[in-house]
């Protein structure tokens, strides 16, 4: 069975920075497009970021432009999403995801940020 665990949330002002992690285990990694997607309070999940699988193709929410960072480790089996400069509207469950024949989740790792 496929595994994601993420890490890396926490509760942060206006401005600020976090670096979510998310390592995968019990499937091919490093053949796998990875993503990141977030679920705000009552809103459907939506993609922030998306990785191919040797990092070559990498998609953005136009929300998250130019601040956050989507990177990859397949030697650490683990992407990371980089988020510099947040905004309260990016408070949400941050959820991995990978691509192995079927869409697999991760637990999710709460952000929030105030103003």
């Known amino acids: 069975q496929v595994q994601l665990v993420e890490s890396g949330g926490g509760l942060v002002q206006a401005g600020g920075s976090l670096r979510l992690s998310c390592t995968g285990s019990r499937f091919i990694f490093s053949s796998t497009a990875m993503g990141w997607y977030r679920q705000a309070p009552g809103k459907l999940r939506a993609l922030v970021a998306t990785?191919?699988?040797?990092?070559?193709?990498?998609n953005y929410a136009d929300s998250v432009k130019g601040r956050f960072t989507i990177s990859r480790d397949n030697a650490k089996n683990t992407v990371y999403l980089q988020m510099n400069n947040l905004k309260p509207e990016d408070t949400g469950v941050y959820f991995c995801?990978?691509?192995?024949?079927?869409?697999?989740w991760g637990q999710g790792t709460q952000v929030t940020v105030s103003s």
């Open positions: 990785i191919s699988s040797r990092g070559g193709t990498i």
């Open positions: 995801n990978a691509k192995v024949g079927i869409d697999y």
